[in-house]
């Protein structure tokens, strides 16, 4: 989450957030990942639909926050199913 927290672009919504806040999201979005990839987690977080309302995302915003992830997911070398599968997860929350 650092990559997203420290962008030039998104990383103004999240100033302001303290450490636990921010370890709070990390974990939220952890628990979110393993769920929609057959892991053992439960999700945690409030919906996104309500988390992310009236922040005005545009899709450029998200293509910036996936590709964070898309980059953490090679630099610790998920194969290439699996990271295809994350990715066309993630693709599926852009409306939100
Ligand atoms: C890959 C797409 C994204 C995913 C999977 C995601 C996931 C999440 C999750 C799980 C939460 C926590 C919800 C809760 O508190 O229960 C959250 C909160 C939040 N997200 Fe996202 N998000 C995404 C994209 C974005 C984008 C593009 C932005 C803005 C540029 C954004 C801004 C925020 C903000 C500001 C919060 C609230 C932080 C707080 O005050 O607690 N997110 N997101």
């Not at 293509?63 to 990271?83: M, Q, S």
């Amino acid at each position: 989450m650092t990559k997203v927290w420290d962008d030039p672009v998104v990383g103004g919504v999240f100033v302001g957030m303290g450490t636990d806040s921010r370890d709070q999201l990390r974990q939220k979005n952890k628990n979110l990942l393993y769920f929609n990839t057959g892991g053992l987690c439960q999700k945690i977080n409030r919906p996104l639909e309500l988390t992310h309302r009236d922040l005005g995302i545009t899709d450029k915003e998200f293509d910036i926050v996936a590709n964070h992830l898309a980059a953490t997911l090679k630099e610790f070398n998920v194969p290439k199913r699996e990271y295809e599968e994350v990715m066309a997860k993630i693709g599926k929350l852009q409306p939100y």
